[in-house]
C-alpha cells in the first residue's frame, strides 16, 4: 500500500481558502486514483473529491463543486485539495485516500470501501 501524509489544515474565517497537500510514499503514486474524505464531529465520514491517476478526470460532491478543485502532481508524488469560499459547514478532518484499482470510472468511487490507504487526516476548522 501507498503511505500518505495529509497537511495544510487550519483555521479559516467562512469566505476564506485554504489548500491540503496529500504527499505519498512507498509506491508509485500515478499507479493510484486519490480522493478526498472529510469527518465532521458525530458523523460519518463522507466522499469530497476524487481524481484518476493521468489527473484529467475529476469527481465532486454537490456540495463543493465550484468552491473545491482536486489536482495532482505524480512528479511530486502529491494530491491537492484547493478549497474556496469556506462555509462553517466545511469544518471537519479530511483525509486522503489512493485505489489502486485505476480501470474503475471515477465518478463510481465514492464510498470508503472503494479506497484502500488512508492518510491520518487533518483539521479543517472554519469560523463564522
Known amino acids: 500500500q501507498v503511505q500518505l501524509v495529509e497537511s495544510g489544515g487550519g483555521l479559516v474565517q467562512a469566505g476564506g481558502s485554504l489548500r491540503l497537500s496529500c504527499a505519498a510514499s512507498?509506491?508509485?503514486?500515478?499507479?493510484?486514483?486519490m480522493g478526498w474524505f472529510r469527518q465532521a464531529p458525530g458523523k460519518e465520514r463522507e466522499f469530497v473529491a476524487a481524481?484518476?491517476?493521468?489527473?484529467?478526470?475529476?469527481h465532486y460532491t454537490d456540495s463543493v463543486k465550484g468552491r473545491f478543485t482536486i489536482s495532482r502532481d505524480n512528479a511530486k508524488n502529491t494530491g491537492y485539495l484547493q478549497m474556496n469560499s469556506l462555509k462553517p459547514e466545511d469544518t471537519a478532518v479530511y483525509y486522503c485516500a489512493a485505489d489502486r484499482r485505476i480501470w474503475r470510472s471515477v465518478g463510481a468511487i465514492t464510498k470508503t470501501s472503494d479506497f484502500d490507504s488512508w492518510g491520518q487526516g487533518t483539521q479543517v476548522t472554519v469560523s463564522s
Open positions: 512507498g509506491r508509485t503514486f500515478s499507479n493510484y486514483a
Open positions: 481524481i484518476g491517476w493521468r489527473g484529467d478526470i475529476t
